[in-house]
């Protein structure tokens, strides 16, 4: 069923063909690019149930073969089609098309030779995040440009003229300024560090972490000016000009407000979502009560407790760590084994993932290794294997970047055994934070199904580890209920009958910032 794709605007017709077709038996529609093809068909009113998106299925392949993805997926050809029915038999058609089979029947095979159990479901997972991604970005999270004026106002004073710093912020500089006793650009780094270095503190950096144990009356000042210049920059008044838009209809007499980021499904190596635009993955908390219901509705937010632990007793096959997840609080349960104290127990279990070893954290590495060996030894695996260039894989088979060059030069020079070490926490880490990467995806796709099918909301944010939904009151209840049946299925669709337990907490607020 060959339609248009690219920057084509889909009309009225192809809209009405592709939801008949929905109807008719729910296809799964392969496409070049799900994130350059699905949003102008969502425009013409048309969804998909399912979707195989090419492009973020090669780069899995291509790194499960240990090679780069081949040029085969171009750009769009105005008469080209993008979508076609799952039925494998030859099409004729426009040429795009028929590369575009033939490129779908090549990631099948391809998919069956890797012999990797999950990476079909992966796939899947990943195309599915596709679809998640552009109906979020064109639903937009609902947004209340009153109270973000009002946050921003508080925090750094009136909106400046063009070219100045608010007021708030600008006193913040002066005091900076006066600390050091001269003036000076508190966001140049260069500037800051001469200003340090000739008031006779030998710091390196301007980072918190490293100022943190500075003592000089321009510490303070300096921390709250950064953090503040960063909401100003980042999530100010230009940056809701930008990124929140108003709908046409007033809701309950009030104007309501869509903040419309742009993500990008896999943006990182581990398969974490990243954006092109609007940082919705960094929203601070000073902004976050500007995320607000319509009238009449709800924003249902839930978050996994302790994922990356949890999942880490799953793929390890620990019994005593898979048991222990059966708590509501991880660490508190895993305390007494792990140095007694809760925050203890955390530091363990971090440092085992990303290879920590300040302070506290070798000690508590070593009870872990002898508390928990399954569960050590697999990311201690992953390290040593990550340190002499091999490939490790995620639960369903995402596979880390293979070494560049580069990485092979220096593991032979000077800085190989830095090189070496670093790589192997980056793969310790890449084993847990990928396949919570791919718990996420599959809950998702499970409520997504479940919000459409039974008209409760719409999933208006995603961050890593937490969901939300925006959806009227009444259905607030039954969404708390989907989002934890969606979490438990996931569980159960990773690992089986393994009584590993992975709670995500829903709460119902009016606003963003009543989450946590």
């Known amino acids: 069923m060959p339609l248009p794709g690219g920057a084509v605007a889909y009309h009225a017709d192809l809209a009405a063909a592709v939801s008949e077709a929905e109807a008719a038996g729910a296809p799964r529609w392969v496409v070049a690019d799900g994130a350059r093809d699905y949003p102008p068909l969502l425009e013409a009113g048309a969804r998909l149930d399912r979707m195989r998106d090419l492009r973020l299925a090669e780069r899995i392949l291509s790194r499960v073969e240990a090679h780069e993805p081949p ?123 001469a200003a340090f270095h000739a008031a006779g503190v030998e710091v390196k950096t301007t980072h918190a972490w490293e100022l943190h144990a500075v003592d000089h009356p321009a510490v303070e000042a300096l921390k709250v000016y950064r953090e503040h210049a960063r909401v100003w920059g980042a999530f100010g008044w230009n940056w809701a000009d930008a990124w929140v838009f108003d709908a046409p209809e007033p809701v309950g007499g009030r104007v309501v407000s869509r903040f419309r980021p742009v993500y990008i499904v896999g943006g990182a190596d581990t398969g974490r979502w990243g954006t092109d635009g609007g940082g919705a993955l960094q929203l601070p908390h000073s902004v976050r009560e500007a995320i607000r219901a319509d009238p009449g509705w709800k924003l249902v937010a839930a978050d996994a407790a302790q994922l990356e632990p949890r999942l880490l007793a799953a793929i390890s096959g620990d019994r005593a760590m898979v048991a222990a997840t059966a708590a509501d609080d991880l660490y508190t349960e895993l305390a007494p084994s792990l140095g007694g104290e809760r925050s203890k127990a955390k530091i363990a279990l971090i440092s085992a993932m990303y290879g920590g070893t300040a302070g506290d954290a070798r000690q508590l590495v070593q009870l872990m290794r002898d508390r928990f060996p399954a569960a050590f030894e697999k990311v201690e695996s992953a390290a040593r ?128 910032s009543e989450a946590k």
């Open 71 to 193: 040029a085969y997926v171009v750009a769009s050809d105005p008469d080209a089609g993008t979508l076609f029915e799952r039925e494998p038999e030859p099409v004729d058609g426009p040429a795009e098309l028929v590369r575009l089979q033939a490129a779908w029947l090549d990631q099948r095979r391809r998919t069956a030779n890797a012999a990797i159990p999950g990476l079909g479901a992966l796939l899947a997972a990943e195309s599915a995040g596709a679809l998640v991604a552009a109906e979020m970005g064109r639903t937009g999270v609902p947004f209340d440009r009153e109270v973000h004026d009002r946050l921003l106002r508080d925090l750094l004073g009136p909106r400046p003229s063009k070219g100045l710093r608010p007021r708030k912020l600008q006193a913040l500089a002066d005091r900076v300024a006066e600390a050091f006793g001269h003036q000076l650009n508190p966001d140049s780094t260069k500037q800051v560090l």
């Open 385 to 512: 294997t990550g340190e002499k260039g091999g490939l490790v894989r995620t639960w369903l088979g995402r596979t880390v970047p293979a070494p560049s060059e580069r990485w092979w030069r220096a593991l032979s020079s000077e800085d190989g055994t830095r090189s070496s070490a670093s790589r192997g926490r980056f793969t310790r880490n890449f084993i847990v934070q990928g396949t919570a990467a791919e718990w996420a995806l599959v809950l998702l796709a499970l409520l997504r199904h479940e919000l459409y099918e039974r008209d409760l909301g719409e999933l208006v944010f995603f961050l890593h580890d937490e969901v939300m939904v925006h959806c009227p009151q009444e259905h607030a209840a039954a969404v708390s209920a989907a989002i934890e049946r969606a979490a438990e299925e996931a569980t159960r669709t990773l690992f089986g009958t393994l009584p590993v337990r992975i709670p995500l907490r829903p709460k119902v607020v009016d606003s963003y």
